[in-house]
Nanobody, 117 residues
């Protein structure tokens, strides 16, 4: 089993920054990918950013150049640095962890990010 605990969400004005953290515990391997999805009210959950064991990264087009994902394997923690935030970034952000290589197997509880205009 894997447990994921997110932190760092909150309310910020447009143009501001936030850093989300996701601490993983349990049967964790640094060989597995982790990342972040988000879900805005009335919309489907969408991939925001992902990072592999080799530190390769992938971003949604809407956040490229503004968000940066990173991981600290010694701490089993993945981070999402969000800069130049926009009101459309408002959503619940979910951390995930993969075990099989084809999508999330474990989810965090979610953390709310609200960007005011």
């Amino acid at each position: 089993q894997v447990q994921l605990v997110e932190s760092g969400g909150g309310l910020v004005q447009a143009g501001g920054s936030l850093r989300l953290s996701c601490a993983a515990s349990g049967s964790i391997s640094s060989d597995n990918a982790m990342g972040w999805y988000r879900q805005a009210p009335g919309k489907q959950r969408e991939l925001v950013a992902a990072i592999t064991s080799g530190a390769s990264t992938n971003y949604a087009d809407s956040v490229k150049g503004r968000f940066t994902i990173s991981r600290d394997n010694a701490k089993n923690t993945v981070y999402l640095q969000m800069n130049s935030l926009k009101p459309e970034d408002t959503a619940v952000y979910y951390c995930y962890y993969e075990t099989r290589g084809w999508g999330p197997d474990y989810w965090g509880q979610g953390t709310q990010v609200t960007v005011s205009s």
